[in-house]
């Protein structure tokens, strides 16, 4: 059997520059991100968590590259992928809440108006709440009522109810 690397050339130069080209995207998302968390005062570990969504993206378009740059038959690879997505839809249809507060967790770090200290009133018909923000998770925040109570209460309900900022931190 008879090995030509030359034949190869052009697949790892592309490779290379998937490479260099995803890292460069990887660290300036990173620096991005940190910005404006930084700006907006954002917790430390929002700001992680929504660096690992966004790298997990990056990684997942570099790997799709691949296969392209590489001619691998994307039609197998793409039936595979796609009956994995239509199964953890089809999950997560069921589990609606999970999805529903994994985007409110992403929406809040970019437009979320409160901040990890902040006195807040949430207009609920049923259950209205005034308390402290002591945490924001990537599923729930973490409220504290003034008798000391603790309130887990979900992101995507942030999104849907009325709130009010009674005392900035």
């Not at 994995?84 to 839809?89: E, P, R, S």
Request: no cysteine; net charge positive; proline share 2%.
């Amino acid at each position: 059997m008879n090995f030509n690397i030359n034949e190869f050339y052009p697949q790892i130069i592309a490779t290379i520059l998937a490479i260099i080209i995803t890292i460069i995207i990887k660290y300036a998302s990173k620096g991005i991100i940190s910005k404006l968390s930084e700006v907006s005062e954002k917790a430390e570990n929002r700001r992680r968590i929504i660096t690992k969504y966004i790298d997990w993206m990056i990684y997942t378009l570099f790997i799709v590259s691949l296969l392209g740059i590489w001619g691998i038959d994307t039609k197998n690879v793409v039936t595979y992928i796609t009956s994995i997505l239509a199964f953890i839809g089809v999950a997560l249809f069921a589990q609606w809440s999970v999805l529903s507060n994994i985007t409110a967790g992403i929406v809040m770090f970019f437009s979320f108006p409160y901040k990890i200290g902040d006195t807040i009133k949430i207009e609920d018909k049923d259950f209205p709440i005034e308390a402290q923000i002591e945490d924001i998770k990537a599923f729930h925040t973490i409220l504290i009522t003034s008798e000391g109570t603790k309130v887990t209460y979900p992101n995507n309900l942030f999104l849907q109810k009325a709130v009010v900022i009674v005392k900035s931190s």
